[in-house]
């Protein structure tokens, strides 16, 4: 087996990434490729195993499918590895039939045999809900953005009824259950390639040696500066127009503006809000634009003695001046959170009322909860832009300007990077400065991975709340089939929110695309890109 990371690379990768010679070693790209740039944090290659990032946004529509994915227009399910589906009259069994004859990747270090069946499906998903698969705690074992679902409890069993054809059998009704398998993260992965591993004792190479059924796969990786992903000649949907794709992930010398404007990299991907004006200035470069599907948020660690006073966290909510941020984090392209939910989902309800800016009622409800003389606190906050936060530190250094403004002195803790995996170790953190990216349109995918009581007990709710009767109201509109009714339990469970504040909402970003006019074929969804297959270069 070749290793995944090679000593030796072309000249022309080595020269592009590090900086030598650019222009040359990007024109050398550019014949058979195009440079995709724009985020850096990569810790693995398998989105079951993360809940945002590169890996969710943009390698695994390469690397992997899944069953079904969502129509970018209608947001709907739309077939994939799975041709058509049905559902029982309880909504508790689902069965799929799946596509002939889809290849899995050959690589330097796994050659099929086979084409995908039942068993890839079986594995993938196994891997997931079953402890005693000896793929579950492999890599830490920890499946974040299916385990802030309860997917684990919620998923019975997945079981083959002939080769081509595979049955889920749910704990319960879940209405979202058919959005949420067309997501990034529920990839099919290979059980071939799986035992070949298994049997060699080296499991760990499943996630960082990834073989899916995608339009690419991968070729060389160097950690913090470059993946480099090569066309899949057998891919099932229509051979990729372009040899390769580099991800540019380093962090090294200019910023991935500089970068784009001088022709080092040919995709920007989500530019932050300030880039805007420049980019729009670009004869080369078109800038395409869509609502995403995020929100900017405080969490609130509800097991701090003051901040477990509803009153504290009103105060800091209405203490915040969200419209100075729009103004200067996001330069007018994004919009004030009236709720968790952004405006583009089909549950959101606008709530001026207890979300505004109030500085005089704010004080009073500090003088009601006894802390007339002041209050000190901390605030995590993430050195990475995104969509949803294009400028983490100055939106903070607002937040804490408006909190000294009625008595909070409030210090702020630079993160690198902080996973809700790792929420647990950070109890000297009194507020998170952070947000969250949906996969899906459906409201279920905000609400209960953020703040359900199952998340909490996960470790994965950064306000350590929990509250039954909101989690009651998320469970029933999972299991009624009306959509009135749906939308009437969500927007009750938004009261519940906007009363107890466990998050204080703040804002919704725009998604920004940017890419050098050359290309052409280039498309994303509210939730990730599109599988870059159909990409090609019309001129030089």
Avoid at 55 to 61: F, K, N
Avoid at 70 to 83: M, R
Avoid at 98 to 120: E, G, K, S, Y
């Amino acid at each position: 087996m070749k290793a995944l990371i090679k000593l030796t690379l072309s000249i022309c990768i080595i020269a592009l990434l590090a900086g030598c010679d650019t222009k040359n070693s990007h024109s050398g790209i550019r014949k058979s490729g195009f440079i995709y740039c724009g985020q850096s944090n990569l810790t693995t290659f398998n989105p079951q195993l993360v809940d945002s990032g590169v890996t969710v946004d943009a390698l695994s529509p390469q690397i992997y499918n899944s069953l079904l994915t969502l129509d970018p227009e209608t947001l709907q399910p739309k077939p994939s590895l799975a041709t058509s589906w049905s559902v029982n009259k309880d909504g508790t069994e689902y069965i799929f039939h799946l596509r002939h004859n889809v290849a899995f990747q050959t690589t330097d270090w796994f050659t099929p045999t086979r084409p995908m069946d039942a068993q890839d499906v079986l594995f993938s998903f196994r891997r997931i809900i079953d402890a005693i698969n000896p793929y579950h705690y492999v890599n830490d074992g920890i499946y974040p953005w299916f385990t802030g679902l309860d997917f684990q409890n919620l998923l019975v069993d997945v079981q083959e009824l002939d080769k081509y054809t595979v049955k889920f059998t749910l704990s319960r009704p879940d209405n979202s259950f058919i959005a949420n398998i067309a997501t990034p993260h529920a990839v099919i992965l290979s059980a071939e390639y799986a035992q070949q591993l298994l049997l060699k004792d080296e499991k760990q190479q499943i996630d960082s040696h990834p073989v899916g059924t995608g339009p690419f796969y991968l070729d060389d990786y160097q950690p913090h500066d470059y993946v480099r992903l090569k066309r899949n000649p057998n891919y099932w949907n229509g051979v990729a127009k372009m040899k390769q794709v580099v991800f540019d992930i380093s962090q090294r010398g200019t910023g991935t503006l500089a970068k784009l404007l001088r022709n080092e990299c040919d995709v920007l991907n989500a530019p932050i809000a300030s880039q805007i004006p420049t980019i729009k200035k670009q004869t080369d470069v078109t800038l395409t634009s869509k609502p995403a599907m995020n929100v900017a948020f405080i969490a609130v660690n509800t097991s701090h003695p003051a901040l477990n006073d509803v009153r504290v966290r009103k105060a800091i909510s209405y203490a915040i001046n969200r419209q100075n941020i729009l103004d200067s984090v996001f330069y007018g392209t994004g919009s004030i959170a009236y709720n968790i939910l952004p405006p583009n989902s089909w549950a959101y309800q606008k709530d001026s009322s207890q979300i505004r800016y109030d500085r005089n009622y704010a004080l009073g409800l500090l003088r009601a909860a006894g802390y007339e003389t002041g209050l000190e606190l901390t605030m995590s906050v993430p050195l990475e832009p995104r969509r949803y936060n294009p400028s983490p530190r100055k939106a903070a250094e607002l937040i804490q300007s408006n909190l000294a403004d009625i008595g909070i002195k409030l210090t702020l803790i630079p993160e690198d990077r902080l996973n809700r995996t790792e929420i647990a170790d950070k109890e000297n953190i009194d507020l998170f400065l952070t947000g969250w990216e949906g996969t899906t349109s459906d409201p279920d995918s905000f609400l209960r991975p953020l703040l359900s009581c199952d998340a909490k007990r996960a470790g994965l709710n950064y306000s350590m709340w929990c509250n039954s009767d909101f989690d009651f109201l998320l469970d029933l509109a999972l299991e009624v089939n009306r959509p009135r009714y749906r939308l009437n339990l969500y927007k009750q469970a938004q009261n519940i929110l906007n009363q107890e504040f466990p998050v204080i909402p703040l804002a919704h970003g725009m998604q920004f695309n940017a890419y050098n006019k050359s290309l052409t074929g280039l498309h994303m969804t509210p939730f990730s890109v599109e599988p870059f297959n159909t990409v090609e270069r019309i001129s030089n």
